[in-house]
């Protein structure tokens, strides 16, 4: 009970939902990303206006040493300088190997490796609007009830939502009433990838069977977002559908 009430001191900064795309979710399903993220955004982080008359680059730069300072000092609740020496190590090289190249690969961010600097984009505000005030890999997602563990985390409902299946099932339930056929969503689902405009093989209809029943469904019950029952092929909405469905487009494209 006491993590809970910690996690939910530190709630999202954006209170209404807008619009998540597939790979703005992808992005944001790693805490240690929303952290950078935040971190450039914050408003100690905002540039002196006279200070980009000079700059030959773009918005503002900051040093990657007080990135990964803030974003270990966020993910482990210490004050910047008191981080433990291993949590620093940790972020500092999972910053610099895997997170810095894909924020700057996704165009979030540019990142000077060999200047050691960060440069925040006018795409990292946006990006900034979805990430939480305090991001770890158990922060509840907004909305979702907390009485001990969140059942539904940040990092969980940005990893459903980047798969554009797990998009569609959740559509897909929210045009449906009461419980919803397993093969009747991978019927659906099948017609929307098949590249043929006749009927859909039967070997096209069992490969997203089989990828849901074993694979994406059994992702989203643990969450609470649909209640799977893998015994009778049945799929309705959980408790925490509401709260992951209204970040989703009125109309997705089609896979």
């Given at each position: ?44 982080a ?6 980009n ?20 000092s ?40 060999e ?49 554009d ?77 509401e ?13």
């Amino acid at each position: 009970m006491f993590l809970c009430m910690l996690i939910s001191s530190y709630p999202g900064v954006f209170e209404s939902s807008r619009n998540v795309s597939a790979g703005e979710a992808d992005v944001l399903k790693n805490s240690r990303r929303r952290g950078i993220i935040r971190s450039l955004s914050s408003e100690s982080a905002v540039p002196d206006p006279f200070v980009n008359l000079f700059s030959d680059r773009g918005d503002f730069e900051v040093d990657k040493e007080d990135i990964i300072e803030k974003v270990a000092s966020w993910e482990t609740g210490h004050d910047i300088g008191d981080v433990p020496r291993s949590d620093m190590k940790s972020v500092r090289y999972t910053l610099h190997q895997d997170h810095f190249p894909l924020l700057d690969d996704r165009d979030v961010i540019n990142y000077f490796e060999e200047d050691g600097v960060i440069e925040a984009l006018p795409v990292t505000y946006d990006y900034a609007e979805l990430v939480e005030d305090r991001p770890r890999n158990d922060s509840p997602f907004p909305g979702v009830e907390c009485s001990g563990r969140p059942t539904l985390t940040m990092d969980m409902a940005y990893l459903i939502l980047s798969n554009d299946r797990r998009r569609h099932v959740l559509d897909y339930l929210g045009n449906s009433n009461g419980l919803t056929e397993l093969s009747d969503v991978s019927e659906y689902l099948a017609s929307m990838e098949s590249d043929s405009a006749g009927p859909i093989s039967s070997d096209e209809r069992k490969t997203v069977y089989i990828d849901l029943d074993q694979w994406h469904l059994p992702k989203m019950n643990g969450t609470e977002v649909i209640h799977y029952d893998g015994d009778r092929k049945t799929i309705e909405q959980g408790q925490n559908f509401e709260n992951l469905v209204n970040y989703l487009p009125d109309e997705l494209a089609s896979i």
